[in-house]
């Protein structure tokens, strides 16, 4: 079983849906919570990142933190045409030298 | 400030050829690494670095060697190419202590076919 776990999709939703992107993880020790979101070949570009447990905003993107399920997830609202990318959860414990990736979610946002 | 730059963008191989893809950073990075891509695997690390001359091994290290003789630089060495070394290769660096709340830039990838 795989450390992170994620829907690869693809996940195709009409302009203006709001969007659900989860992964679920086992390792307790993980502290800091990423997304990714990676363009048709391209490399990967931060968008969020949460400590321990807890909700952040950011315009229309807000990430969910729940330790206690070991789940997280990434709610985009309004969705636009522009966001059609694959999205990438990222986990690390604290003080840790390596990020641990979920396979991806690929989303479709379309007119 | 150009960021993480990796060439070549594309590199076909034959099995048993060598090669080194190049990565360099401007950005005075400490933590350097090296991930490959591949569909349904998703990132998976392979080296990393936390400072010139200082390399660790990653989560799938088996047929790679890298070296860190500068801050700027963290080449990637292939010594005998396999077909399952076929993958997307991207470098990403973050400043020392930031793995967990600053960006890791990455740069675009290296595609690497391998017959």
């Known amino acids: 079983q795989k450390e992170v776990e994620q829907d690869p999709g693809p996940l195709s939703v009409p302009e203006g849906a709001i969007v659900s992107l989860n992964c679920t993880y086992s390792?307790?020790?993980?502290?800091?919570f990423m997304w990714y979101r990676q363009y048709s070949r391209k490399g990967p570009e931060l968008l969020m990142y949460t400590y321990s447990s807890g909700n952040k905003e950011d315009g229309r993107f807000t990430a969910q933190v729940d330790k206690s399920s070991k789940y997280i997830s990434l709610f985009i609202r309004d969705s636009q045409p522009s966001d059609s990318a694959t999205y990438l959860c990222a986990m690390t414990t604290g003080g840790g030298n390596k990020l641990t990736f979920g396979t991806g979610t690929q989303l479709k946002v379309e007119l | 400030n150009a960021g993480v730059t990796q060439t070549p963008k594309f590199q076909v191989l034959k099995t048993g050829q060598s090669m080194t893809l190049q990565c360099a950073q401007d950005?005075?990075?400490?933590?350097m690494s090296w991930y490959r891509q591949d569909p349904g695997m998703g990132l998976r690390l392979i080296h990393y670095?936390?400072?010139?001359?200082?390399?660790d091994q990653g989560e799938v290290p088996n047929g790679y060697n890298v070296s860190r003789s500068t801050t700027e630089d963290f080449p990637l060495r292939l010594l005998s190419a396999a077909p399952s070394q076929t993958s997307v290769y991207f470098c990403a660096s973050v400043e020392s202590g930031g793995l967990g709340n600053s960006p890791l830039h990455f740069g675009n990838g290296t595609r690497l076919t391998v017959t």
């Open positions: 950005m005075n990075h400490e933590y």
């Open positions: 390792n307790s020790a993980f502290q800091y």
């Open positions: 670095s936390v400072g010139a001359g200082i390399t």
